[in-house]
Every structure is written in structure tokens, then in C-alpha cells.
């Protein structure tokens, strides 16, 4: 059974920044595709950025320029660095990952709180 276990949620003003990070417990080469999700009550879960193994990123259009998603293959982790945030992005944040054989991980949401 897969983990993922994310960190770095938190409370931060409007325009600071926070890091989330994501801890797979298993090799992330096994992953085809690594990303973070976020989803506000009663919403549906929306895509903010992934990062398929070759290194290719995807980025919800309100994101773009300030959040940027990475993987570190040596300690199995993706980040999502997300500057100049806005209180429209707080919400819960779900790590995910799609394994070669299309198997899909979520962790358990990290809370982001942007106040205004």
C-alpha cells in the first residue's frame, strides 16, 4: 500500500509564500505522474500543477507564475512552492500520484490558509 504524507499547509498573509511537500513511501519512478489537487467545501477537487517523470509540468491557469511543482527522485518527494498567494487559494491541498500501472494515491490534504 502506497503512502503519501503531505506538509507545510499553514496560515500565511496574503501575498507571502508557503512550501508544501509530498512523501511517497515507496520509489517515485513508479509514478508516471505526481501532483497536488485542492479542493473548498462542498467544491469538487480541481488540479493546481503536476509533474510527470520526465519532468514535464501542468498548471491550473490561476497558479501559473506563482506556484511552481518539483520532484526530488533521491528522497521521493514533489513540492509545490506556491509565492504570492491570495485568499482564494486557501483550501485543502491533496498530494496525488498515478503509478505506471494506472493505479491513483492521494495523501491526506494539508490545510492552506491565506488571510486577506
Known amino acids: 500500500q502506497v503512502q503519501l504524507v503531505e506538509s507545510g499547509g499553514g496560515l500565511v498573509q496574503a501575498g507571502g509564500s508557503l512550501r508544501l511537500s509530498c512523501a511517497a513511501s515507496r520509489n517515485i519512478f513508479t509514478f508516471n505522474t505526481m501532483g497536488w489537487y485542492r479542493q473548498a467545501p462542498g467544491k469538487q477537487r480541481e488540479l493546481v500543477a503536476t509533474i510527470t517523470s520526465g519532468g514535464t509540468t501542468n498548471y491550473e491557469d490561476s497558479v501559473k507564475g506563482r506556484f511552481t511543482i518539483s520532484r526530488d527522485n533521491a528522497k521521493n518527494t514533489v513540492s509545490l512552492q506556491m509565492n504570492s498567494l491570495k485568499p482564494e487559494d486557501t483550501t485543502v491541498y491533496y498530494c496525488?500520484?498515478?503509478?505506471?500501472?494506472?493505479?491513483?494515491?492521494w495523501g491526506q490534504g494539508t490545510q492552506v490558509t491565506v488571510s486577506s
Open positions: 496525488n500520484a498515478e503509478s505506471i500501472f494506472q493505479h491513483v494515491y
